[in-house]
């Protein structure tokens, strides 16, 4: 365990211990006498001394010290009841301080730094170990107060965990503590007298990854995009690693035009965000991710425990999940068993009072049991499942009464149906043998089939049967046709959605007869590149059922719509199942199996892209040496990932692949593509370019593959490679390839293509609105910065009304968010009248009368804009005359309006190098427009037929006018404003100006 650094004598020291390990700081003592089995007269000695010197008359026997050269003095920092105790922290000290200490000139500094580095592990150590729930609470209230003084942020600004570590500044070290909040990653340091703050919005993070620096071989790194930042010797730094980067890729997906990337709603409400929340959603996904469950899913339970597999006659022990609406099993050796037992499926489930340890039995619909044994929080588990599977038969009994309703729009598309169905097995069956596929077809599928018929006996047939191995090895070598469509239903769960909506693809079919959308005609174009060699596909009626499917999911998931390469996979899905199993084994590929792959920017095939991109760096060296930019390789890729192979290799070798897919999900397509990569990387590594490589790769797809029934037939297969042994290498070869590492890195590089987009929308914002304004690209580039950190500071905190994300002209911004960049960029200071001031101007931005400014109407103004048409709406405003909305020759103004008017010029000089001349030339123009005010109401007495109380008035002409004899007000109002300096200094007071305004506000002032 760490201590707290205490003084010790190292003369006297080297009396009662002797050094097991030493370096240059550091020392690894052992107690005298202890572990020496020849010198138990020592031991005996050493322990009457402890009791009698020692205050606390107990010793650990292993210790750290930390030395430092050439001093007398030593402090203990570390101590342990064992050799393996004490060696963790030896082995933490070497990898993390070790190195550092030599940046240091005086010894008094490496004692402070090494002592505030182990004091603030022992506050981390004893912050995890907290049993209390109230202590625990104290602890995080002190530490958000001390947060909210070194940072100064609103209370709203919910921080979620701290951690002790260092950040470094050059090549040295500064201590101190590392806060996570909702919105920023902030870092305090006070050492050496030298106080260190960094507050970094998540907005700005571009990425965050482990790196080896030099000598320092274990550093978190947080790049944005001008600086990166260094963290290390954290106590945990897996956990560390794991909350930055599922904050940072929360808070984008919140803050950023993400293109359908939802969040749950819990996760909404930054506000309540807690620690627990973020594990349990990372589990979430996780479990989600490896069952293939639908998004909707929310893990209820998770609890260890060992269930009965009767084909290996023994209890497997591993973990189950309970979600809303399934129950699932994996086993604690991957490949062993894994179970998914849709609750549907459920009659009863019990509690077991037997020899056998905290037993349940678990019921399902086929006549069958599950047995459940050692389950951690019995009692729990079971009351919650029995009131779900209540839940569950409730709903149930809702949906049969309203689906009753619907039974006349299924019958009307069933004999329809059942048409199509003959009609693709008939087409199927004339393929195979024009093929020739049918010369083998015979005994290879009746062998084939009594194989699988024995393995449904074993371990059991649907959704909950027994996955293990033995099914993998089953389908590398192919599913049998009579049996593939029923297999794809039950592996991807499909047939559980049928079940759940009866007849709603007929009623989909039936509202987007003739209904024409974007969707629709981008499906009008696909459909005859749909396999366009198979004959299924060269008639209509294959055509036609082929639409309707991809129609009807355009209606069903209009926030997708359709995407091109649904075409492909629909059309071979249609070959082997029913039209409407097709239509929802598509809807369990886009939604559950692929989520995020077909929606506008297709983000989930690009963060799997950069995934794989990682992957091949990590497992194929030698081919990055040779291709360094892996990007060139994505063309070929990303057809592999958005089209299951189904695109790039023959059809019968594809379908294997989609066995494999409904079976393992979107590591299989991992493995396989690496394996491919890694058949051929001596080929390429020879290429000469990069067009060869990926010709060669698109030959090798093309020509190169067989099922093992073709090779039967084939004499010359020896440049051919069978899809079963390159299936089988694939999962054996990167078995390491797991799903809850795929999600770690999805979560790492969705950060990165999420901010790759911003920079796309950046490009094209500043790109259409660069032509119409002044402004030179590094003013524009910094003012939409501005723009979009004045918007982002309104989600963080939510104030005013923050319109939706980003439009094609930028960051939009409301009247109060208008009045922060108005009081940080405009040249004249207001004060009191400034709030009037930027509302008379957003009115005079806002022609449409939209309540909001796009970033390109704010650039307008600051690139074009004039003192004349400002002094204009100033007039316009204070005149009551005027109609809102409706534009005419402006009213005079009279004499306490005027005044107004005056008062807010003379706030506007206040700071100005030249003051006094220009106070001095105000008064002059108020006197003079005074003169011109009094004359025309002489001039308006009753002499002229009028009353003699009218009132006084002046124009805007005579005001202008009147300006205009003054040079230093003509030369203060066209003075050039520097907007670059302007727009840096607002960088460095948004933040704290933005604050205050709002807690002034909110009224947490």
């Known amino acids: 365990m760490w201590l707290k650094p205490e003084e010790v004598l190292l003369k006297n020291a080297l009396k009662l211990w002797v050094t097991e390990k030493s370096n240059e700081y550091f020392l690894l003592q052992r107690r005298r006498g202890h572990g020496d089995a020849g010198s138990r007269f020592t031991g005996m000695l050493v322990g009457a001394l402890d009791t009698v010197l020692d205050s606390n008359a107990r010793v650990a026997p ?31 000290l070497e990898l993390n301080l070790l190195h550092s200490l030599s940046v240091f000139e005086y010894k008094e500094d490496v004692t402070s730094f090494v002592s505030g580095k182990i004091k603030g592990l022992i506050a981390e150590e004893q912050l995890c170990k907290q049993s209390s729930a109230e202590q625990g609470a104290d602890h995080q209230e002190d530490v958000r107060v001390r947060f909210e003084q070194r940072f100064a942020l609103l209370r709203r600004e919910r921080m979620l965990v701290h951690y002790s570590c260092c950040l470094w500044k050059g090549h040295v070290p500064r201590q101190g503590w590392l806060y996570l909040t909702t919105n920023h990653l902030a870092f305090y340091s006070f050492l050496l007298g030298k106080e260190v703050k960094l507050l970094l919005p998540w907005a700005e993070v571009t990425g965050v990854e482990r790196v080896c620096v030099s000598l320092r071989t274990d550093v978190l790194r947080v790049r944005t995009r001008t600086h990166q930042r260094d963290f290390s010797m954290f106590l945990f730094m897996d956990d560390a690693i794991a909350t930055i980067t599922q904050v940072a890729d929360i808070t984008l997906r919140r803050v950023l035009d993400c293109a359908g990337l939802e969040l749950p709603h819990a996760l909404q409400q930054h506000t309540l965000i807690t620690k627990r929340m973020l594990e349990e959603h990372a589990l979430q996904q996780c479990v989600l991710s490896m069952f293939g469950l639908p998004q909707s899913e929310n893990v209820c339970e998770v609890r260890a425990c060992a269930v009965w597999t009767p084909h290996a006659r023994c209890h497997t022990h591993g973990t189950l999940y309970a979600t809303d609406s399934y129950l699932c099993f994996s086993s604690r050796e991957a490949g062993v068993c894994t179970l998914i037992i849709p609750l549907k499926e459920v009659t009863f489930i019990e509690k077991e009072e037997s020899m056998l340890p905290s037993s349940v039995i678990v019921c399902i619909r086929s006549k069958r049991a599950i047995q459940l044994i050692s389950v951690t929080d019995r009692d729990s588990l079971v009351d919650g499942l029995i009131d779900r599977l209540r839940q569950l038969s409730w709903r149930q009994t809702l949906f049969r009464r309203q689906d009753q309703c619907k039974q006349s729009v299924s019958l009307y598309f069933s004999a329809e149906l059942a048409t199509m169905r003959f009609f693709f097995f008939s087409m ?87 209904v024409t959308t974007t969707a629709t005609e981008e499906i009008e174009r696909d459909l005859h590149r749909s396999l366009p060699e198979h004959p299924a596909f060269q008639n209509q009626a294959g055509i036609n059922a082929l639409r309707r499917v991809l129609t009807a999911y355009a209606h069903h998931n209009p926030n997708i719509g359709y995407c091109q390469s649904m075409n492909i996979l629909a059309s071979v899905l249609l070959l082997y199942t029913k039209e409407e199993e097709a239509f929802w084994l598509l809807v369990t590929v886009c939604e559950r199996m692929l989520p995020n792959y077909f929606n506008r920017r297709v983000i989930g095939a690009q963060v799997d892209q950069s995934v794989f991109e990682e992957l091949i760096c990590e497992r194929l060296p030698e081919l990055v040496v040779h291709i360094p930019d892996l990007s060139t390789l994505a063309s070929v890729s990303i057809t592999w990932f958005l ?94 390839v797991t799903v809850k590492k795929l999600e770690m890195l999805r979560c790492r590089h969705r950060i990165q293509v999420l901010q790759a987009h911003e920079d796309t929308t950046k490009e094209n914002t500043l790109r259409l609105v660069s032509p119409n304004v002044s402004l030179s690209a590094q003013d524009l580039s910094d003012l939409y910065d501005l723009v979009k950190t004045e918007h982002l500071i309104s989600l963080y905190w939510g104030d005013g009304v923050c319109v939706p994300r980003v439009c094609s002209e930028g960051y939009r911004l409301d009247r109060a968010q208008f009045k922060s960049v108005f009081n940080l960029l ?109 004359a025309g109401h002489k001039q308006g007495g009753p002499g002229n037929g009028q009353d003699s109380q009218s009132d006084w008035t002046v124009s805007f002409p005579q005001i202008l006018a009147s300006l205009l004899t003054e040079t230093v007000l003509v030369n203060f109002f066209e003075k050039p404003l520097d907007l670059r300096a302007r727009i840096a200094s607002a960088r460095e007071r948004q933040y704290q100006e933005r604050v205050g305004l709002l807690d002034i506000e909110h009224g947490t002032v």
Not at 62 to 91: C, K, M, Y
Not at 428 to 433: D, V
Not at 841 to 857: G, R
């Open 643 to 736: 089209t299951l192979f189904l695109s790039v290799l023959p059809l019968q070798s594809a379908v294997c692949v989609l066995d494999c897919f409904f079976f393992h999900g979107i590591r299989i397509i991992f493995q396989l593509g690496l394996c491919i990569l890694n058949t051929n990387v001596s080929k390429l590594c020879t290429s000469t370019d990069d067009g060869q490589a990926l010709m060669l790769l698109t030959r090798y797809t093309l020509t190169h593959f067989q099922t093992f029934e073709d090779c039967e037939s084939t004499e010359e297969s020896a440049e051919h490679t069978y899809i079963t042994a390159l299936l089988n290498e694939a999962y054996e070869r990167y078995a390491d």
């Open 62 to 92: 292993f210790r750290i010290l930390l030395q430092v050269p050439g001093g007398q003095v030593s402090w203990v920092i570390a101590s342990g009841a064992t050799l393996d105790e004490v060696n963790t922290h030896w082995r933490w």
């Open 428 to 514: 199927l069956s004339s393929t195979q043998k024009r093929l020739g596929i049918n010369s083998w077809g015979g005994s290879q599928e009746q062998e084939k089939e009594k194989l699988w018929e024995e393995h449904f006996e074993e371990f059991g047939r649907g959704v909950h049967m027994f996955r293990t191995d033995k099914m993998h090895r089953l389908l590398t070598k192919g599913i049998p046709e009579c049996l593939r469509g029923e297999l794809w239903l039950t592996l991807s769960d499909a047939s559980s959605e049928i079940a759940a909506h009866p007849g709603h693809y007929a009623e989909l079919v039936e509202h987007s007869m003739g």
């Open 826 to 934: 405009s040249p004249w200071e207001c004060e009191t009248h400034c709030n009037p001031f930027s509302q008379r101007t957003f009115t005079l931005l806002d022609h449409k009368h939209a309540n909001h400014l796009t970033f390109q109407q704010i650039a307008l103004w600051l690139g074009n804009c004039g003192y004349e048409e400002q002094l204009k709406q100033i007039i316009k405003d204070l005149a009551k005359e005027k109609e809102r909305d409706v534009e005419k020759i402006l009213s005079p103004m009279n004499q306490r309006e005027f005044i107004q008017f005056c008062k807010t010029l003379y706030t506007m000089f206040h700071d100005e190098p030249n003051e006094s001349e220009l106070y001095q030339a105000i008064a002059m123009v108020t006197s003079l427009v005074l003169q011109i005010g009094e």
